[in-house]
C-alpha cells in the first residue's frame, strides 16, 4: 500500500497552535513555589517545571510558548498569582 | 528567554482543542494514569477530530478510533486479541464523549458490562453533542440551551433530566464506577489508577467544562467545573463494589452560581418560567446532596 | 474428510479448522447454525479462539474489528438484517484494511419481514470495500471460505463468503470438510503489517480530509481491482493440495458455443446445469457463465466469456428497486459496450420463492425477445 492509513505518535507537535492566541502568560519565577497547579490544568500540557531555583529556593515554572492558545486557565488559578496575562503584540514572530 | 518543553505526556500538544478545553485537560491526566502500556479506543467526537487530524496525531499510545456508537466493542475486540497473544497486562480503555456514551454507544456499554470485562470506559462529559455544534446529547441538563434547545417563546431550553448513568452502571453491577472532573486531575488520575487494581469493567465519568458549548471565558474551566460539584449537581464519587468509597464533601453553594456564568443557562435569568427551571435545577442539587451524603 | 452434513455446520467446522483467534457473531435465520456449532466446538475444546457473545450484529462487527486491528485472524457471520445493520461497520473494516472474513447465509430483506433465501442483503452492501464471494453448493461454500483467510490476509481486504440461506445452509449433504493439517500447510500464520502495539504506538482511523482521502479511496479500489490476481493464485495453490479446484473468478457450463448464455450466481446455477443438459439433449444451444468473485468484478473474464454469445439472460435473486437486478446491471455498465449481445435482466425467487426448472426453461424461452430497459420478473 502507498497511502500509510496511520498517524505517528505524538506527531501533533508540527501544528504550532501559539499562533491562535491574543495573549499569553507570564510567569513571574520570584512568586513562583513551584505547586506545579499550572503545570495540572493548561489543557496543552506546556507548562512544565524548569529544575531551576528561585531565592526562596523553590523550583519554578515556565511554558512552552509555540503551543499556549491563551486560554488564561494559568494564570486564575495560580495560588500566588505568580502569573498574568500580557497582550500578544500584533503581527509578532514566534 | 524561549522555553521549550520535553513534551512528556502521553498527548502532545499541538491538538485543535479549544482554549480552556476541559477535556483536553482530562485526557491528558487520564493518560498519565494509565501509562503507556495501554491501548486506548476512542469514539468520534472532540477527542478525537481535535487530536487526530491525519497525518498528525497527539496521541502517544496505540489508538484507534472506529466509528460514533462503537468504541466499547471494538475495545472489547482488542481485549479477545490481547488475551489471545498472551498480552494480559496491556490496558484496554475505551474513550467516548457524552453522545457516544449517553445516547448512541448506550448498548454497546451495557452489554460490554453484561460480559464483565476487564476494560476501563471513561466518558468525558460535556453535556450536548460539542464537537457537531452543540446538540443535545441525553446528558445535557435541565433547561440548558443546546441548538436543538433553543429557548425561545415556547421552550425554556432543555426540558429532559440529565440521564443517570451512574445508577445505569450500579444496575448492571459494574464494579469500579466513578465520577470526576477537571478541576481535580490529580483525583481523575487517582480513580482513573484505582480503577486498574480492579478486574471487571470500570466506568470513568468526568465532568469536562467546554468553552463555547457552554459559553464562558476560556480561563474559567477549572473554577466552572469546581462550582457544578459545589452546587451539588455534579456528585463526585468513587464506588467499587456497590459500596461508596469516595464521596467529595462540598459546602453547597446555590445553583444560581454555578449557572450565572455559562451563556448556556442565561435565558433562565430573564422570566418566571426560567425561574421554575433554575429552582428544579436546585431541587435536583438538594436531592443529589440528600441521596449522596455530600455535606 | 466426506462426511453427511447440514451446509453451515460443515463451514462453522471448516473456519474452526483455519484457526481464527477472535470470533463474534450474533445469531439470525438462517445463520445460526454456524454460531451454535461454533459454540459446540468451542466448549468441546476444539475451537481455542475467543468466542464473544454479542449483543447486535453492529457490536459483533465492530468486536472483529478491534481484534482484527489488533492483530489477529478473526470471523463472523450473519443474514440479511444483520448485514444491513453493520453496515457501517463494514465500510469502516474496508476502509481500515482489516482481513475480516464473514459469511453471509442470504437472506431476503425486511420489509415485509421474510426469513427465506434471496440475494438481496449481500449486494445491498457491495459498495463497502469487500471482496464478496458466492457459492454454488456447500462444497464450494467450504472451499471458499478457507481460501478467502488467505486471500484477505494477502491483500488486507476482507472478504464475504456468501451462500444462499436454508437452500444450502440447511441443506445436509457430503462434504469434504478441509482438514485443519492441510489448512496449515495451506494458510500461514497471519502475520499483520501494523496493528495495536504499545511497543510501537500508531494512531488508527484519524480524521481524512479532502487532501488525502481521495487518493486513499483510489487505492482502495485499485487494489480491490487486483486482488483478481491474488484470488486466482490463491485458487490455484488451493487446487494443489486440496484437489478440487479453487476461485477461478467465474466459470463456464457448456458456454464455449452457446448462443442464449444464463449469467447467475448462488445455488441456482445447479439448476441452471440440470436445466442446460435436459436442453442442449433437445439441441438448443444455451450455457452458463457462473460468478463466484462479485467484487471485485472480473469484467476482462466476463468480457472474453460472453464475447460469442447471442443472447443474454441475467438471473438473479435481488432487484435494486426502480432499476433492475443488481447482477444485470453491474454486467450492462461493465461489460455492456464490449458485447454485441443484448442483455436481459430477470428476477427470480424473491423471498423464498422456489427457482424450478421450469422457472429457467420459461427465462430461456423470454430472453431473445426480452426488454433490456426494463426487469422481467418471473416467480
Known amino acids: 500500500m502507498k497511502y500509510k492509513l496511520t498517524c505517528q505518535p505524538g506527531s501533533s507537535l508540527q501544528q504550532l497552535t501559539g499562533n491562535w492566541r491574543n495573549q499569553y502568560p507570564e510567569i513571574d519565577h520570584e512568586k513562583c513555589i513551584g505547586c506545579q497547579k499550572c503545570i495540572w490544568v493548561c489543557p496543552e500540557g506546556i507548562c512544565f517545571l524548569t529544575g531551576r531555583k528561585n531565592k526562596a529556593g523553590k523550583i519554578f515554572a515556565e511554558k512552552d510558548l509555540a503551543y499556549c492558545k491563551g486560554c488564561g486557565i494559568c494564570a486564575r488559578e495560580c495560588p500566588v498569582k505568580a502569573i498574568t496575562m500580557a497582550k500578544e503584540a500584533k503581527n509578532s514572530n514566534k | 528567554m524561549k522555553y521549550q518543553s520535553t513534551f512528556p505526556h502521553l498527548y502532545n500538544p499541538g491538538h485543535s482543542a479549544c482554549a480552556g478545553c476541559g477535556e483536553a485537560i482530562a485526557i491528558r491526566h487520564l493518560l498519565t494514569a494509565l501509562g503507556p502500556n495501554t491501548i486506548m479506543t476512542n469514539a468520534t467526537g472532540c477527542s478525537e477530530v481535535t487530536t487526530t487530524q491525519y497525518p498528525l496525531s497527539a496521541y502517544k499510545i496505540p489508538w484507534l478510533h472506529s466509528l460514533f456508537e462503537n468504541a466499547a466493542p471494538v475495545a472489547s475486540g482488542v481485549l479477545a486479541a490481547l488475551k489471545q497473544k498472551g498480552l494480559t497486562k496491556v490496558q484496554v480503555v475505551a474513550v467516548g464523549g457524552d453522545g457516544a456514551t449517553y445516547d448512541i454507544g448506550l448498548g454497546f456499554i451495557s452489554a460490554l458490562w453484561e460480559r464483565q470485562e476487564n476494560i476501563l470506559y471513561v466518558c468525558y462529559d460535556n453535556e450536548a453533542y460539542m464537537n457537531t455544534g452543540y446538540q443535545s446529547s441525553g446528558a445535557t441538563p435541565l433547561g440548558a440551551f443546546t441548538t436543538t434547545t433553543p429557548p425561545g417563546k415556547n421552550s425554556e431550553g432543555n426540558n429532559l433530566i440529565k440521564k443517570d448513568m451512574i445508577g445505569l452502571a450500579l444496575a448492571h453491577r459494574v464494579p469500579y464506577i466513578a465520577t470526576a472532573t477537571s478541576a481535580y486531575p490529580l483525583d481523575i488520575q487517582a480513580k482513573a489508577k484505582k480503577s486498574l487494581e480492579i478486574v471487571g469493567p470500570k466506568y470513568l465519568q468526568i465532568l469536562t467544562p467546554c468553552v ?3 459559553g464562558y471565558d476560556p480561563a474559567l474551566t477549572v473554577e466552572l467545573s469546581k462550582l ?34 455559562q451563556k448556556r443557562f442565561a435565558h433562565l435569568f430573564k422570566d418566571e418560567a426560567g425561574q421554575q427551571v433554575i429552582a428544579k435545577l436546585q431541587q435536583i442539587a438538594d436531592e443529589n446532596i440528600k441521596k449522596y451524603n455530600l455535606v | 474428510m466426506k462426511i453427511f452434513i447440514g451446509g453451515l455446520k460443515a463451514v462453522a467446522q471448516t473456519v474452526a479448522n483455519c484457526q481464527p483467534q477472535v470470533i463474534s457473531a450474533y445469531p439470525i435465520t438462517p445463520q445460526t447454525h454456524v454460531v451454535e456449532e461454533l459454540a459446540k466446538l468451542k466448549s468441546a475444546g476444539k475451537l481455542t479462539a475467543e468466542y464473544i457473545r454479542a449483543e447486535s450484529e453492529f457490536s459483533a462487527a465492530s468486536i472483529v474489528l478491534g481484534a482484527a486491528a489488533t492483530g489477529v485472524r478473526t470471523y463472523t457471520a450473519t443474514s440479511s438484517q444483520g448485514l444491513l445493520l453493520m453496515t457501517e461497520v463494514l465500510f469502516n473494516i474496508a476502509g481500515m484494511r482489516l482481513p475480516v472474513v464473514m459469511t453471509c447465509a442470504n437472506r431476503s430483506v425486511s420489509a415485509p419481514i421474510n426469513i427465506w433465501n434471496d440475494q438481496q442483503d449481500s449486494l445491498t452492501v457491495r459498495d463497502a470495500g469487500w471482496q464478496f464471494w458466492y457459492a454454488e453448493n456447500n462444497q464450494e461454500a467450504c472451499d471458499l471460505h478457507v481460501q478467502a483467510f488467505k486471500v484477505a490476509e494477502s491483500t488486507q481486504l476482507p472478504v464475504i463468503v456468501n451462500l444462499d440461506g436454508f437452500v444450502l445452509t440447511h441443506l445436509t449433504e457430503e462434504v469434504d470438510i478441509p482438514e485443519a493439517a492441510k489448512i496449515k500447510r495451506f494458510l500461514p500464520a497471519y502475520r499483520p503489517v501494523e496493528f495495536l502495539n504499545p511497543q510501537k504506538p ?3 482511523g484519524p480524521l481524512v480530509g479532502p487532501a488525502d482521502y481521495f487518493e ?12 483478481q490476481k491474488n484470488t486466482l493464485q490463491v485458487g490455484r495453490e488451493f487446487k494443489k493440495v486440496f484437489g478440487r479446484a479453487g476461485n477461478t473468478l467465474i466459470d463456464g457450463y457448456k458456454l464455449a458455443d452457446a448462443q442464449i448464455v444464463l449469467v447467475s450466481f448462488g445455488s441456482v446455477i445447479g439448476t441452471m446445469r440440470e436445466v442446460v ?4 439433449a433437445k439441441g438448443v444451444k444455451v450455457g452458463i457463465l457462473k460468478i463466484i468473485t462479485y467484487r471485485p468484478f472480473p469484467t476482462e473474464l466476463i468480457i472474453k466469456a460472453l464475447a460469442k454469445a447471442k443472447i443474454i439472460a441475467v438471473v438473479e435473486k435481488d432487484i435494486s428497486l426502480g432499476g433492475q437486478g443488481i447482477l444485470a446491471t453491474d454486467l450492462k455498465a461493465h461489460a455492456g459496450q464490449k458485447l454485441k449481445a443484448p442483455i436481459s435482466s430477470f428476477v427470480v425467487g424473491l423471498g423464498g420463492r422456489d427457482v424450478t426448472k421450469e422457472t429457467i426453461k420459461k427465462i430461456i424461452k423470454l430472453a431473445p425477445k426480452a426488454t433490456t430497459t426494463a426487469v422481467t420478473f418471473v416467480g
Open chain 3, 216 to 227: 486513499i479511496r483510489q487505492e482502495l479500489h485499485e487494489d480491490l481491482i487486483k486482488s
Open chain 3, 202 to 204: 500508531q494512531t488508527f
Open chain 3, 277 to 280: 443438459d435436459e436442453l442442449r
Open chain 2, 228 to 261: 457544578a460539584v459545589q452546587s451539588g449537581l455534579y456528585p463526585l464519587l468513587e464506588i467499587i463494589n456497590g459500596q461508596f468509597t469516595k464521596v467529595q464533601k462540598i459546602k453547597p453553594v446555590p445553583v444560581t452560581e454555578y449557572l450565572k456564568p
Open chain 2, 212 to 214: 463555547p458549548g457552554w
